[in-house]
Nanobody
């Protein structure tokens, strides 16, 4: 699976951005998908994840209520709608796929190591 993240940019605090993650090479419809972000010098941080059927979504505490993850399996694409952006949201954002076989109903993982394929990252810069 190849993941291509896009949609990053430079915005002002309070603005919105929507990131996209387009998958190719294989359908991602059966797999949980996640977004993570990374700031140099810090560990990669879980942002959001979504079940294969979109039945459940999960968010990191720092983005709850501001970010929304969604997916369009027909387009093999996952999205991250980011509202009310803050300076501290500045990071390189990655999408990733969890290709593990898991029991039905298992929650999405928030752990970096559980995700198999990663996109190249898209930079989001938020200024005050």
């Amino acid at each position: 699976v190849q993941l291509q993240a896009s949609g990053g940019g430079s915005v002002q605090a309070g603005d919105s951005l929507t990131l996209s993650c387009a998958a190719s090479g294989r359908s991602i419809s059966s797999y949980d998908m996640g977004w993570f972000r990374h700031v140099p010098g810090k560990p990669r941080e879980f942002v959001a994840a979504i079940k294969s059927t979109s039945s459940n979504t999960y968010y990191g505490d720092s983005v709850k209520g501001r970010f929304t993850i969604s997916r369009d399996n027909a387009k093999n694409t996952v999205y991250l709608q980011m509202n009310s952006l803050k300076v501290e949201d500045t990071a390189l954002y990655y999408c990733a796929s969890d290709m593990r076989l898991k029991p039905y109903g298992s929650p999405c993982s928030v752990n970096v190591d559980d995700y198999t394929y990663w996109g190249q990252g898209t930079l989001v810069t938020v200024s005050s």
